[in-house]
């Protein structure tokens, strides 16, 4: 059984929970997924370990640092995050597809501001492009990526970066 035959009266059994009360809280497994997601990004966003080690970092280190932790944590469930991803972008669900490229345009943004890069304009735009380009290069890597500490999506975050002018 995966994320796409997850049923969610069959959540709210499992809950002890009448359906009423999943939908309480979540309009649908679209929902769920978003929830996920979110989570994701506020542990992207979270600050970090060593603060002051991460100040003196470069942009471009800073950035992978941010980056990187979206997948470590994606990496706890790396099967249901892969399958709610594939579930967004099933043909028969257009209506998810708008939404997917506002939520990794924004996604991007917040790893602007974790990263503190500050440009503005083209410049900006530029960094941007580059960023989202690196999150989907690198998400492809981890799809496939079986090693315990993330070592391939490690080496393609850190290659794709090299070809983002950060500064």
């Not at 499992?14 to 309480?24: D, N, S």
């Not at 679209?30 to 990004?41: S, W």
């Not at 950035?63 to 979206?70: D, I, K, P, T």
Request: zero cysteines; proline letters at 4%; glycine letters at 4%.
């Amino acid at each position: 059984m995966g994320w796409h035959d997850l049923r969610l009266r069959e959540v709210a059994g499992e809950l002890g929970l009448p359906l009423t009360e999943v939908l309480a809280r979540f309009r649908d497994q679209d929902a769920i997924a978003d929830a996920h997601f979110q989570r994701l990004l506020a542990h992207m966003i979270a600050p970090a370990a060593d603060p002051a080690a991460f100040a003196i970092l470069n942009a471009r280190e800073r950035a992978e640092a941010v980056l990187l932790r979206w997948f470590e944590a994606a990496a706890a469930r790396r099967a249901v995050t892969l399958a709610m991803i594939q579930e967004k972008a099933w043909p028969s669900h257009p209506h998810h597809w708008v939404p997917m490229v506002f939520n990794l345009s924004r996604l991007i943004h917040w790893v602007r501001e974790a990263a503190q890069l500050d440009r503005g304009g083209f410049a900006r735009m530029v960094e941007e492009v580059g960023l989202t380009k690196t999150f989907l290069a690198t998400l492809a890597t981890f799809a496939l990526d079986r090693s315990g500490d993330l070592a391939a999506t490690r080496r393609a975050l850190a290659s794709a970066l090299r070809l983002v002018p950060l500064s």
